[in-house]
């Protein structure tokens, strides 16, 4: 699935003049956790709570 996002994003790339550069398409690192993650991250942002780094 991400060939073919990245093939049609090349494709965009090429037709569109203004377009130079071409972002890099891969799958993200927590998968099917980045939702929650995510979700957790702005929450804490929102109530002033300390955002820690995670790690791999």
Not at 14 to 22: D, G, M, S
Not at 26 to 53: D, H, P, Q
Request: charged share 30%; with cysteine; aromatic share 6%.
């Amino acid at each position: 699935m991400i060939d073919r996002i990245d093939e049609k994003l090349g494709n965009i790339v090429n037709a569109v003049r203004l377009a130079r550069i071409k972002p890099v398409i891969a799958a993200c690192t927590f998968r099917e956790n980045a939702n929650l993650l995510g979700a957790v991250y702005g929450f804490m942002k929102e109530s002033g709570k300390e955002v820690l780094e995670v790690k791999n």
